[in-house]
Nanobody, 123 residues
Framework: VHLVESGGGLVQAGGSLRLTCAHSGHTFSNYAMGWFRQAPGKEREFVATINSDGGNTRYADSVKGRVTISRDNAKNTVYLQMNNLKPEDTAVYYC?????????????????WGQGTQVTVSS
């Protein structure tokens, strides 16, 4: 499985970004997907997850109401729409794929990772 993130960048506080993760290698619709992030000097943390058919999602409290995860199984792609961005959202954002089909919050239950995309929010 190969995951490639894109869509990161520099944005002012209050702005929006949409991250994209392209999946290849195995049948995308068999995998739950998630987004995690890692800020400088901090551990990688959970942001959002979506189950294999896109019918169920879960979010970290820190982003709830500002972030939406979605997927297009026909395009083998998962998205993270981020609105009302804050400086504390600054991090490298990673896309993960899990061999489970249900929503997965725990990082250890992800089997595949992308290389990450940098998101920087200026105040």
């Amino acid at each position: 499985v190969h995951l490639v993130e894109s869509g990161g960048g520099l944005v002012q506080a209050g702005g929006s970004l949409r991250l994209t993760c392209a999946h290849s290698g195995h049948t995308f619709s068999n995998y739950a997907m998630g987004w995690f992030r890692q800020a400088p000097g901090k551990e990688r943390e959970f942001v959002a997850t979506i189950n294999s058919d896109g019918g169920n999602t879960r979010y970290a409290d820190s982003v709830k109401g500002r972030v939406t995860i979605s997927r297009d199984n026909a395009k083998n792609t998962v998205y993270l729409q981020m609105n009302n961005l804050k400086p504390e959202d600054t991090a490298v954002y990673y896309c993960g794929g899990s061999e489970y089909t249900i929503v997965i919050v725990a990082e250890a239950q992800y089997n595949y990772w992308g290389q990450g995309t940098q998101v920087t929010v200026s105040s």
